[in-house]
């Protein structure tokens, strides 16, 4: 099983700041199948980013994601009022496909 | 519109069974991998099963295995979650997940939730 750990835990931040989350796995992610969620209080996740750095459809450019193997990270340009949230990396290269245990981004 | 939302959650006792259904619209069922993705209450995601397009894959994570049993209905555009032999650990917000596209894929669509609550 591939075990991906998010760092930080929790990343406390102002509005137009630069966000970056970082997520490590275990062992090599295949084909780099690693996916940005984003999810809000009592909302379902919402898929940011797949394949380390293709942004899905309907996502602003200001998100990015990069890295490959073991190292991954989701950068947030400038942050706008509606970014603070919890984001999660997940793996889909192997079974399970796991999650890491999120990084909360909250206002400063 | 794509959508999918899930149904069947609610209260049980521990060592009782639930079935969780997934229904979907707006795409082409058939064709896409769904999943099961659970939240324990203040906790983070936790994948729990997959199962491929026509049905005959299914991957379980090790916390379930053995007691949950993953299918779909391609007729009826519905996948569902047999859960058996339920413990306190398994309550939680139960999602369903459709693939983005086929082969290995992340989840671009997600349901609503329905929360499983097992308790004495």
């Known amino acids: 099983e591939i075990v991906l750990t998010q760092s930080p835990a929790t990343l406390s931040l102002s509005p137009g700041e630069r966000a970056t989350l970082s997520c490590g796995a275990s062992?090599?992610?295949?084909?780099?199948?690693l996916a940005w969620y984003q999810q809000k209080p009592g909302l379902a996740p919402r898929l940011l980013i797949y394949d380390a750095s293709s942004r899905a459809t309907g996502i602003p450019d200001r998100f990015t994601g990069s890295g490959s193997g073991t190292d991954f990270t989701l950068t947030i340009s400038r942050l706008e009022p509606e970014d603070f949230a919890v984001y999660y990396c997940q793996q889909y290269g192997g079974s399970p496909r796991t999650f890491g245990g999120g990084t909360k981004v909250e206002i400063k | 519109e794509v959508q999918v939302w899930e149904s069947g959650g609610g209260l049980v006792q521990p060592g009782g069974s639930l079935r969780l259904s997934c229904a979907a619209s707006g795409f082409a069922f058939s064709n896409f991998g769904m999943s099961w993705v659970r939240q324990a209450p203040g906790k983070g995601l936790e994948w729990v099963s997959a199962i491929s397009s026509s049905g005959g894959t299914t991957n379980y994570a090790d916390s379930v295995k053995g007691r949950f049993t993953i299918s779909r209905d391609n007729s009826e555009n519905t996948m569902y979650l047999r859960m058996n032999s339920l413990r306190v650990e398994d309550t939680a917000v139960y999602y369903c997940?459709?693939?983005?596209?086929?082969?290995?894929?992340?989840?671009?669509?997600w349901g609503q939730g329905t929360l499983v609550t097992v308790s004495s």
């Open positions: 997940a459709k693939g983005a596209r086929s082969g290995q894929h992340p989840y671009d669509y």
């Open positions: 062992q090599s992610v295949s084909s780099n199948y």
